[in-house]
């Protein structure tokens, strides 16, 4: 059953971005894959039931999304992938970025984002 959304042409565009910025966040490293995923979820449940409903089927995706959603929670797996990233752009950054100003406030906010991301519940046991 579809409800009326205003705007659910915004919504399904911000689903559809958001998820392919995902999955280009796969393969260039920096680029998160689980925030634009979660932000796919959230504006397809808006915008477009069908992606959506494909979202939280997908093997991989799936998981994540209905952990956060039901939980707020991450998996410890998601959290050790986010860290090492995180890890691996701040050598990236202190090794090419000139300006010492950007690299500490890159830095800096990757670490406020690991200290959040690792505050977050882990999802419950699988019966």
């Excluded at 705007?7 to 911000?14: E, K, N, S």
């Excluded at 393969?27 to 932000?39: A, C, E, H, K, N």
């Excluded at 397809?44 to 998981?63: C, D, I, T, V």
């Amino acid at each position: 059953m579809t409800r009326p959304t205003r705007f659910r042409w915004a919504w399904w565009l911000l689903a559809y971005v958001s998820l392919g910025i995902g999955i280009v966040g796969i393969f260039v490293p920096g680029l998160p894959t689980t925030v634009f995923v979660l932000i796919s979820a959230w504006a397809a449940s808006h915008g477009s039931e069908r992606l959506h409903r494909w979202l939280l089927a997908h093997p991989q995706f799936g998981p994540l999304i209905v952990n956060w959603q039901r939980h707020g929670a991450v998996s410890r797996k998601a959290k050790w992938m986010a860290t090492a990233t995180m890890a691996l752009c701040a050598l990236i950054m202190l090794w090419c970025v000139p300006l010492a100003w950007v690299k500490w406030f890159s830095i800096g906010s990757m670490a406020c984002v690991c200290i959040w991301l690792w505050m977050r519940p882990l999802p419950p046991p699988v019966p």
